[in-house]
């Protein structure tokens, strides 16, 4: 039987590998509501988290429980490969998504308000690849759930969604852990100084009646991969002006015409 210190061994250097590519322990604690020194804890072997924190840092980190007993490497991870029902209308190339296409890491995006169109809001997504898979995951931010009347936990504030390669540029669908609506963005990669910029348009899954905007503009920003730049653009999330945009964001949502 494993005893508590190799349950802690094992627990600590599974969390230090899913930590990997996140901005910061700090980031991490805060996104999870852990004391920062508790998080130290875990990763240093120390201590083992009580079971409702495990159970809330399984469900940030999507795995479960056996991070306590067995090495991450060794835990099976599904791959969900589309049935055949759908084997010839989601190709393999759409799965293949190249990494020179749309790379992985920290990305900011902008685009008007859906809710208060005067306005413009501000986002931070990590993509990510697990086999043949992109995946997406970001947070709303929390002001922007309580103008929802909707819980404002960082697990409830948490969207996944799916990346798949499209003609000429990328699709997402995406949304909140067990909601209702989801959104879809297609995203084509225009010429910048960098290379790091895509632009195109997101919608929403509501009724043709709902109240605001279901579909709008939308760029997304490659950012330089460090942790000053991503956690200044984890710190601008939210709602803004358009004169608080960033010059070329503005530029590209073209924030003075509506959206057809």
Known sequence: MTNPADIRTIFGSNLKKLSVGYPSITYLAQELGINRTQFNRYLSGESFPRPDILDRMCKFFDVDARVLLEPL??????????????GDFIVSGALDLPEATFPSGFYRFSRRSFLYPEKFALGLVMVFR???????????APHAMRIQSLPTHSELREYRGVVLQQEE???????????????????????????????????RTVPENSIGLRATRLVYEYLPQTPAAVLQAARLKGLCEANDLEPFHRHLLRTEFAFE
Do not use: C, Q
């Open 130 to 140: 697990s086999g043949r898979h992109t995946y997406l995951r970001g947070y709303e």
């Open 73 to 86: 490497e060794e835990i099976k991870k599904i791959d969900p490969s589309p049935p055949d029902f759908m």
């Open 169 to 203: 540029g990328i699709a997402i669908i995406a949304s909140r852990r067990g909601a209702m609506t989801s959104s879809f963005n297609y995203l084509g990669r225009i010429a910048s100084f960098n290379n790091n910029f895509w632009v195109g348009y997101i919608t």
